[in-house]
């Protein structure tokens, strides 16, 4: 069963969004990982430490699509990160959430694709020896 929140897996993972691409480093084990669309829309309510249901609440009102697909598909997306420890479930209250924004009438409202996770491993070694260097730059 899924947490009502989580929060990103912070200081081993660091993060950043580039040009609609969320680049992602988990600094324990060297990997990183990628995500577009609405993965990036997903992992930016991560960093806003929002619950599951207001995550699911907020995308439904930024894509078109069926409730149910969108819920399913945060749910599977979100359990894939735990899994990967990039997102660690949090107990307690999630804090509160901004309401949802409506979209602007007639504005193109984009359908929904369930969000997929590109897991590389090409720069574990070098990752591995030198976190420190990483752990430097910005945090996203």
Avoid: C
Avoid at 34 to 57: F, K, P, T
């Amino acid at each position: 069963m899924l947490a009502a929140w989580y929060r990103i897996n912070t200081p081993n993972v660091v993060h950043e969004v580039i040009e609609g691409e969320a680049v992602i480093v988990n600094l324990a084990t060297g990997l990183y990982y990628s995500v577009d669309r609405s993965g990036v829309d997903i992992w930016g309510l991560l960093e806003q430490e929002l619950a599951v249901a207001d995550m699911v609440e907020m995308l439904a009102g930024r894509y078109t699509g069926q409730r149910e697909i969108i819920e399913t598909s945060v749910q599977q997306f979100l359990a894939l990160l735990e899994a990967e420890n990039l997102i660690v479930p949090q107990s307690g209250p999630a804090p509160a959430a901004p309401p949802a924004p409506s979209p602007a009438t007639g504005a193109y409202v984009p359908r929904f694709e369930p969000p997929a996770l590109q897991k590389y491993s090409d720069m574990e070694d070098l990752l591995l020896l030198d976190p420190l260097h990483t752990l430097g730059q910005t945090e996203g």
